[in-house]
């Protein structure tokens, strides 16, 4: 998640400062510095950084201009000596509000906010783009289960399959775990695998199948085997043998 920025003031001597501040942070590269309002409009448009400092009182036009001017909008962070634009910058949902002259564990408190903001944007659109697929298929599964019924306690007790985080198998039975609770369910890995829709959910292990709505990352680990994070916060690794399958889901993600 490396961010890139763009440093946009026009005294050369702020933007060699918060240069060199930034010289000590990690996964930050900078793309460009520009000197007023004319001259970010182009290279933003050009570079699309993740990231600009902006500075709000520039001899051609100020940063509220600059952002209401630009089709790529990138994260903001106002950098300037006076402290009264800072409810207008909030209003148009800048990250943060730096009053000249700021220091490094300034900078660290702004710079974890933005990595935080680019960590939940990539979690939101992986969601939506696994929600997406799996919409775009529903019309044409009409034959998988959508539904287990479990009795539990002289009741019957149905559980919807997009409910379902995982299955784990459990001796002659097979775990089903949602965001509330675990049932036991008595059936085989295979008969059950073979009566999901393989368009929604993933085996990775003979032991495992994931409703793939769940998944929050995929992380290649070693040995040819992954790291799966959940959004029920556990994690799970994959088996060797199950390598093709996983590869194959992650390619449908990068299309």
């Given amino acids: 998640m490396r961010l890139r920025y763009m440093i946009i003031d026009d005294e050369y001597l702020a933007r060699q400062r918060l240069i060199k501040l930034l010289e000590n942070f990690e996964d930050i590269t900078l793309v460009g510095e520009c000197r007023n309002g ?25 940063g509220f201009n600059v952002i209401s001017r630009l089709q790529h909008k990138p994260y903001v962070i106002f950098t300037t000596a006076y402290d009264t634009y800072a409810l207008k910058a909030f209003e148009i949902n800048a990250v943060d509000y730096l009053l000249k002259p700021f220091d490094e564990e300034r900078l660290h408190i702004t710079l974890d906010r933005v990595f935080e903001l680019k960590k939940r944007k990539k979690a939101s659109n992986l969601e ?6 799996i919409s775009n298929y529903e019309s044409k599964s009409s034959d998988f289960l959508n539904e287990i019924i479990i009795h539990e306690k002289g009741r019957d007790v149905v559980i919807r399959i997009d409910d379902i985080i995982y299955f784990k198998s459990d001796g002659n039975y097979v ?14 890995m295979n008969a059950l695998f073979d009566s999901l829709d393989t368009f929604q959910f993933l085996r990775i292990h003979r ?8 998944i929050k ?19 799970l690794i994959s088996s060797r043998s199950y390598k093709p399958s996983i590869s194959d889901y992650l ?3 990068e299309t």
Avoid: G, W
Wanted: hydrophobic residues 35%; aromatic residues 6%.
């Fill in 38 to 62: 004319n001259e970010a409009i182009e290279k933003i448009t050009l570079k699309e950084p993740d990231l600009i400092f902006l500075d709000i009182q520039m001899p051609d036009m100020n």
């Fill in 128 to 133: 939506d783009k696994i929600k997406k697929l």
């Fill in 175 to 188: 775990q089903i775990i949602t965001q509330d609770k675990r049932y036991l369910h008595r059936i085989t």
């Fill in 207 to 214: 032991s495992l199948i994931v409703n793939k709505i769940y």
């Fill in 217 to 235: 990352s995929c992380k290649y680990a070693n040995n040819n085997e992954y790291l799966l994070k959940l959004k029920n916060n556990e994690e």
């Fill in 251 to 253: 390619s449908t993600l």
